[in-house]
């Protein structure tokens, strides 16, 4: 719960903090003293979103730092999935700058606004006077009784069959409708894959291909100067057969006449050897040229020049290069095979549709059950707390009534109220009005109290609309409330703010030309002086002391 919040540089507030009971605490004060400022920094502290406007004046900086102890165990299981080291008690922080920007820190550690809102939603249940709005949406009045009623893992349990059964059949729909234009798409991606088959392409055969038709273009000319170099080098080539001694002939030639007068001349022997050296090279050298001794006619130019032609053809349909066009090739072939197993597809995605259809139906059809039990008895709670709450005749309905099925069941779910004898129940967003609204949504937080564990419950301006006995009523309902878990209250009024046990005052009040908000918690007297000024305005008549008196000593 929340033991201690600190406030610095937040609108009106310079410095201020203040200490909770774990029970009943009430806010009051002055309207204008900063109560609304209050509640925006505990919403900061949750996570909300937030602006620099709230900086104060002059200030780099606003920081709002809440402490928290005796945490849940949900609370705590959130902390160690986001990383944080669990302790005794628990301190969230969170600094708005003038400038605009914002941080947060869990323990001292930096974390983000959504992690503190996680953490936050498990610590902490705030409900406005504009939250009254939440009871005229019928969405809303549906999740109501889905928490009580405890459903919310069969509501994720359902949640995810009924987005695989809508995946199943979004893609069933698809593939159906596609059916008329599949076969034009079959036919064309077949055309294209016949076409860049046909080429035989690898990466790389672009230029090669072409410096190859070139080369066999000039393959005569080729052919004529390998041959007269091989008969250079070998008598085997065309030098050799007209008589003439080839390259390697003369060289082996003067290695001979050497190699006579090497006994008598050393010089001779060393040159000898030499030569003999560089013989293996020139064979080798006449061999490699021989390679290049083809046969014209075995080259076809016209079909080497037939690929080049188509290569160039497909490069320009496409708009692509020759490499580009090999993995276009394979694109085609992926998505021609994806196309002719369609007809497979979609008999196996109508099956899979049936199949999460009856899924689907089977857990919708229990959590209407669930829901159908539950509505009885929170219908009936509520009822029982509003008749506490000076509302004696009113009957609250939870109408079920069959709806397609969507992703929150197949349901529609709508409160209807009476709120005086012998009228039906009509559309609670139609007829109730402000104070019952404050009422009404008081019973519910009361009731769903023994049906979550959010350890701290804070009410702003619950009091909107009532007065009298009802206000006497929600003062007795807050304080039995907080017998269960933490409760915070701001109100207005003398019978709510009797039935606290913890008691803080917001007074502003001006020095040397600021504004300054401070938070103090009353005492005995303190709490009668306020009380009374509640009474009668200004606190200080005998009568209205004596029933302040009266009321907390009641």
């Known amino acids: 719960m929340l033991r201690e919040l600190s406030i610095e540089n937040l609108a009106v507030i310079e410095k201020a903090s203040a200490q909770f009971e774990p029970n009943f605490n009430v806010f009051t004060g002055e309207t204008g003293a900063g109560k609304s400022i209050l509640i925006g920094g505990i919403n900061a502290i949750l996570g909300a979103r937030t602006n620099k406007d709230i900086v104060r004046t002059g200030a780099k900086k606003a920081i709002i730092t809440a402490i928290f102890d005796d945490i849940p165990a949900e609370a705590a299981e959130k902390l160690a999935e986001l990383g944080f080291d669990e302790g005794e008690e628990l301190m969230l922080s969170r600094e708005i700058f003038a400038d605009g920007k914002s941080s947060a820190r869990i323990n001292g550690r930096p974390s983000t606004a959504a992690m503190l809102r996680e953490i936050g939603s498990l610590l902490v249940d705030i409900h406005g006077q504009h939250e009254n709005r939440i009871l005229m949406s019928n969405d809303n009045q549906r999740d109501i009784l889905d928490d009580y009623a405890g459903i919310g893992d069969r509501m994720d349990t359902y949640k995810q069959a009924f987005r695989e059964f809508a995946r199943a059949a979004r893609e069933l729909k698809r593939l159906q409708e596609e059916a008329d234009t599949r076969e034009l798409k079959i036919e064309h991606l077949k055309r294209i894959v016949a076409e860049l088959s046909a080429l035989n392409l690898e990466k790389g055969d672009g230029d090669r291909l072409e410096h190859e038709l070139e080369r066999v273009r000039q393959s005569a000319e080729i052919v004529k100067a390998a041959w007269g170099a091989y008969g250079c080098f070998s008598s085997d080539g065309a030098t050799g057969a007209s008589g003439e001694p080839s390259a390697c002939d003369l060289v082996e030639n003067a290695r001979k006449l050497l190699e006579r007068i090497s006994d008598v001349e050393p010089r001779a022997a060393a040159l ?52 580009e066009l090999v993995d276009y090739l394979e694109r085609c072939k992926s998505e021609l095979e994806e196309l002719e197993g369609a007809d497979d597809e979609i008999e196996r995605l109508s099956d899979e549709k049936h199949e999460l259809a009856e899924r689907v139906k089977s857990l919708a059809e229990d959590i209407t059950e669930r829901r159908t039990l539950a509505s009885e008895r929170i219908s009936e ?108 209250c701001i109100t207005h009024l003398a019978q709510i703010a009797s039935k606290a046990e913890c008691h803080l005052l917001i007074e502003k009040n001006v020095e040397n030309d600021r504004t300054h908000t401070h938070i103090e918690q009353l005492d005995f007297d303190g709490r009668k002086r306020e009380l009374a000024r509640i009474i009668d305005g200004l606190g200080e008549s005998e009568s209205a002391l004596a029933a302040a008196e009266d009321m907390l000593k009641s």
């Open 272 to 323: 000898c050897e030499r030569i003999g050296a560089v013989i293996p090279e020139l064979s080798d050298m006449a061999d490699e040229i021989y390679s290049l001794c083809g046969d014209p006619a075995e080259m076809n130019e016209d079909e080497l020049a037939e690929r080049v032609s188509a290569l160039k053809l497909a490069k320009r349909r496409h708009n692509m290069e020759a490499d």
């Open 381 to 488: 709670e509520i009822r029982e707390q509003l008749e506490f709450l000076d509302m004696p005749n009113v009957r609250i309905i939870f109408a079920i009534n069959p709806d397609k099925i969507t992703i929150n069941g197949k349901d529609s779910v709508e409160m209807l109220i009476s709120a005086n004898a012998g009228e039906e129940p009509k559309p609670l967003n139609k007829i109730a009005s402000g104070g019952e609204l404050s009422r009404i949504m008081l019973a519910i937080k009361s009731v769903l109290a023994d049906h979550d564990n959010i350890p701290t419950l804070i009410f702003d301006e619950v009091d909107a609309g009532i007065s009298g006995r009802a206000a006497q009523k929600v003062g007795i309902k807050l304080r039995e409330t907080a017998q269960k878990r933490q409760v915070l």
